[in-house]
């Protein structure tokens, strides 16, 4: 069982930064793929950025060159920062939890643990 808390969230103006921190609770923390995921309000969830149990990240599109994904084993903790935040961003930011370890999925239902989510809001 891995238990997720999100934090980090707020109102930022369009250009600015925030960073997202996931803390996990569990042992085997370092074995999983951990990913962050939002959901704009009337939309469907949709995956951010992932990294792996090696180290290895993937992003979507619109996100690459502005976010960045790390993690600390150590400290069982993702992160997520984000910079040059655009309006288009606006959404509750979820850190997922998945146990294939190598494989960095792209699609919710593929995630066995969630957190309740953080708020991100830009104002253009």
């Known amino acids: 069982q891995v238990q997720l808390v999100e934090s980090g969230g707020g109102l930022v103006q369009a250009g600015g930064s925030l960073r997202l921190s996931c803390a996990a609770s569990?042992?085997?923390?370092?074995?999983?793929?951990m990913s962050w995921f939002r959901q704009a309000p009337g939309k469907d969830q949709e995956f951010v950025a992932g990294i792996n149990l090696s180290g290895s990240t993937y992003y979507r599109d619109s996100v690459k060159g502005r976010f960045t994904i790390s993690r600390d084993n150590a400290k069982n903790a993702v992160y997520l920062q984000m910079n040059n935040l655009k309006p288009e961003d606006t959404a509750v930011y979820y850190c997922g939890a998945d146990r294939s370890g190598l494989l960095i999925n792209t699609r919710s239902y593929e995630y066995d643990f969630w957190g309740q989510g953080t708020q991100v809001t830009v104002s253009s």
């Open positions: 569990g042992r085997t923390f370092s074995s999983y793929t």
